[in-house]
């Protein structure tokens, strides 16, 4: 089975994540209350639908108890650039540690969680 946090696409990544918590496309529309659909989230995971609506995003993350940069950007690689299709060129250098250092507004060049137990680990001692 494919890791959520290595996968190539947020398509893969949704997919993997929700397949690591046991939910078929159909309990996943479910636990979220039916937008995206079943349909919108498997069209999502195959790559057929590229463009994601931030809602239907934050539904699908919180549905899978994930932070959204989880399924943004492969954090399981953090070195790798980022792979968002059509994003604007300030993007384009970007590694996913610094995508994820940005997206959580961190200026100071601290360390980021590159895993999930570490965040979490990180999290318990906060």
Not at 46 to 55: T, Y
Not at 89 to 116: I, N, Q, R, Y
């Amino acid at each position: 089975m494919t890791d959520f946090r290595t996968a190539g696409s947020i398509g893969e990544r949704i997919q993997a994540a929700r397949k690591a918590r046991g939910m078929s496309a159909r309990q996943l529309a479910e636990a979220i209350g039916g937008s995206p659909s079943q349909s919108t989230i498997e069209n999502i995971e195959l790559g057929r639908k590229a463009a994601i609506d931030v809602v239907q995003l934050l539904n699908i993350a919180m549905a899978l108890r994930l932070p959204m940069s989880y399924l943004l950007a492969p954090v399981g690689r953090p070195l790798s650039r980022l792979d968002l299709v059509g994003l604007g060129d300030a993007f384009g250098s970007m590694t996913v540690l610094e995508f994820d250092a940005w997206l959580a507004g961190s200026s100071t060049g601290e360390h980021l969680p590159t895993s999930l137990e570490e965040r979490n680990a990180i999290s318990e001692l906060q």
